[in-house]
């Protein structure tokens, strides 16, 4: 399967705990996005990356989330002291730098007990 | 910031039924315009997107929509449902950002009754 991976797919963790995410996108895209679902709602924007730069982050991500993209292939992103309100998809996408077409991966859902 | 609307959270429809799904945005400035459709357990694909040119575009499996900028609106469309396109669609906007970062609506659940 080519297209983009996430793991692990479900997480369940305790308040207050660390999580981190992995994303792998589409070999050849050099962008790659970050988004937020929660139920009921569409994905929000979280952050991306251009190749290793992170060049853009929502408001919503505040200091206990963040993410990488060292070597500019796969990502991660991090939740330090999880809390309920993180309960959520997260999704990441991928996409060519000239392109608009974002290709979604199947989402990491975290649960925070 | 810009803003999307989806007003039809669920629709039920039987197959061969016409659909209309409604999409607002608030945004006054040149706007790309996506659906994306999840069908169930899958992930998020585009359905079809608009950047000029024809406001009527055609996606896959008989999808299309209109861009009318007067009204801020891009509504899809099929004129036969089938049990198949059972799914939750979503309209989203990529206001000419520098990094393509989409904003969605709520999102619209579909239900086709066979």
């Known amino acids: 399967d080519t297209g983009v991976s996430q793991n692990p797919r479900h997480k369940i963790t305790k308040r207050g705990q660390n999580v981190t995410f992995r994303c792998d996108p589409i070999s050849e895209h050099n962008r790659l996005y970050w988004y937020r679902q929660t139920l009921g709602q569409g994905p929000e924007f979280l952050t991306y990356f251009q190749n290793e730069a992170q060049l853009e982050k929502s408001r919503l991500l505040s200091d206990r989330f963040s993410a990488e993209r060292p070597k500019g292939s796969f990502s991660t992103l991090e939740i330090q002291r999880t809390e309920q309100g993180d309960s959520a998809m997260y999704l990441c996408?991928?996409?060519?730098?000239?392109?608009?077409?974002?290709?979604f991966g199947p989402g990491t859902r975290l649960t925070v007990t | 910031a810009q803003s999307v609307s989806q007003h039809n959270h669920h629709v039920i429809l039987s197959e061969a039924a016409s659909l209309e799904l409604g999409c607002n945005y608030s945004?006054?400035?040149?706007?790309?315009l996506f659906w994306y459709v999840q069908y169930p357990g899958q992930h998020l694909q585009l359905l079809l997107k608009?950047?000029?040119?024809?406001?009527l575009v055609k996606g896959i499996k008989g999808f299309e929509a209109e861009f009318i900028k007067s009204k801020f609106s891009f509504n899809l469309r099929k004129p036969s449902v089938q049990w198949s396109d059972t799914a939750e669609y979503f309209c989203a906007v990529n206001a000419g950002n520098a990094g393509n970062m989409l904003t969605f609506g709520g999102g619209t659940r579909l239900m086709v009754k066979p």
């Open positions: 608009y950047f000029s040119g024809d406001p």
């Open positions: 945004y006054g400035g040149t706007v790309n």
């Open positions: 996408a991928s996409s060519l730098e000239n392109s608009d077409e974002q290709y």
